[in-house]
């Protein structure tokens, strides 16, 4: 199973939006709505920030949104705060029953 | 609250098995719905899902790691372990345990994780 393609850095200004995007295949991300996005900083744990390509856990902040078009997803941060740098990565349900993880996307606050 | 920990050997020689141990509070894998799994991630380097057991014993691998590990519960003592065979350097990662809850967020994501163990692996 071959990780999902991320790109390895974005970068925006603060108040600005960036979206990050995930590129897999029909046998996992365009095959279900299973998709989660997770933010690591430096040094911690990974954090839960969007489930089933859209929804948020309670707690998460309302500037993170997700959606999914073909066997492609993104996860969008509006209003850009330096709080917001992090490492994020998305992830997948397969037609394997396994789960499969991006390449990581190392976000940038300028 | 829901907690997890990770507890094993720092450092593990090549050739060996590693045994991990996810110690959990805050649900019981003896209720439906709950699943822990098993994650690593090299220093680094990008996430790496390894394997993953229900509250059923239903148990799931990494198809490319699925010989070399075996993932097992106690209930009564509210842990999971991982054992993984044939330990090479590139094993070195920080090994991570979460939560899925099916009722909750649902199976397929994780919405708790432990804060790692970093296992090296050198002679």
């Known amino acids: 199973q071959s990780a999902l393609t991320q790109p390895a850095s974005v970068s925006g200004s603060p108040g600005q939006s960036i979206t990050i995007s995930c590129t897999g295949t029909s046998s996992d991300v365009g095959g279900y709505n299973y998709v989660s996005w997770y933010q690591q900083h430096p040094g911690k744990a990974p954090k839960l920030m969007i489930y089933d390509v859209s929804k948020r856990p309670s707690g998460v902040s309302n500037r993170f949104s997700g959606s999914k078009s073909g066997n492609t997803a993104s996860l969008t941060i509006s209003g850009l705060q330096a709080e917001d740098e992090a490492d994020y990565y998305c992830s997948s349900y397969t037609s394997s029953s396994t789960y499969v993880f991006g390449t990581g996307t190392k976000v940038t606050v300028l | 609250q829901v907690t997890l920990r990770e507890s094993g050997p720092a450092l593990v020689k090549p050739t060996q098995t590693l045994t991990l141990t996810c110690t959990f509070s805050g649900f019981s894998l003896s209720n439906s719905g709950m699943c822990v799994s098993w994650i690593r991630q090299p220093p680094g380097k990008a996430l790496e899902w390894l394997a993953r057991?229900?509250?059923?014993?239903?148990?799931y691998y990494n198809t490319s790691l699925k010989t070399r590990l075996t993932i097992s519960k106690d209930t009564s003592k509210n842990q999971v372990v991982l054992t993984m065979t044939n330990l090479d350097p590139v094993d070195t990662a920080t090994y991570y345990c979460?939560?899925?809850?099916?009722?909750?967020?649902?199976?397929?994501?994780?919405?708790?994780w432990g804060q790692g163990t970093l296992v090296t692996v050198s002679s």
């Open positions: 979460a939560r899925s809850n099916g009722y909750s967020t649902g199976w397929y994501n994780f919405d708790y």
């Open positions: 057991i229900d509250w059923d014993e239903d148990k």
